[in-house]
C-alpha cells in the first residue's frame, strides 16, 4: 500500500522559516521524482518545487526560487521542503506529490504525479 505522508506546518509569522518533509512508503523512494505543490483558497494548485531521483536536478517556481530549498535523503525515503522567509501569500495547504519513470528530471504538471499525499496547511501571519 502506497502512502505518502507530510508533515512539518504550522501558523508563524512573516519572516520566520519552516522545514516541511514528506515521507513515501510502499514505493522505492529512489525510483521517485518528487515536487510540492500547495493550493490556497480559492486558487488553483500551483507545482513550487520538484526535484530528480538522485537529487541532482531541482526546480523551482518564480514565486519561492531563492526562498525556498527542496532536498531529499534517500536513505531516510525522505522528501523536505525549507521555506525561508515565509510571506503571508505562502498560506495553503502544501502537497508532496511522487511519480516514477523520470529518471534525470521531474515534471512539473499535477497531472503527471501519481501519488500525493493529504497535505499539510501553512500559515503566515503578517
Known amino acids: 500500500q502506497v502512502q505518502v505522508v507530510e508533515s512539518g506546518g504550522g501558523l508563524v509569522q512573516a519572516g520566520e522559516s519552516l522545514r516541511l518533509s514528506c515521507t513515501a512508503s510502499?514505493?522505492?523512494?529512489?525510483?521517485?521524482?518528487m515536487a510540492w505543490f500547495r493550493q490556497a483558497p480559492g486558487k488553483e494548485r500551483e507545482g513550487i518545487s520538484c526535484?530528480?531521483?538522485?537529487?541532482?536536478?531541482?526546480y523551482y517556481a518564480d514565486s519561492v526560487k531563492g526562498r525556498f530549498t527542496i532536498s531529499r535523503d534517500n536513505a531516510k525515503n525522505t522528501l523536505y521542503l525549507q521555506m525561508n522567509t515565509l510571506k503571508p501569500e505562502d498560506t495553503a495547504m502544501y502537497y508532496c506529490?511522487?511519480?516514477?519513470?523520470?529518471?534525470?528530471?521531474?515534471?512539473?504538471?499535477?497531472?503527471?504525479?501519481?501519488?500525493w499525499g493529504q497535505g499539510t496547511q501553512v500559515t503566515v501571519s503578517s
Open positions: 506529490a511522487a511519480v516514477g519513470g523520470y529518471y534525470y528530471r521531474c515534471p512539473m504538471g499535477g497531472n503527471q504525479y501519481n501519488y
Open positions: 510502499g514505493l522505492t523512494f529512489d525510483d521517485l521524482a
Open positions: 526535484i530528480s531521483r538522485s537529487g541532482a536536478f531541482t
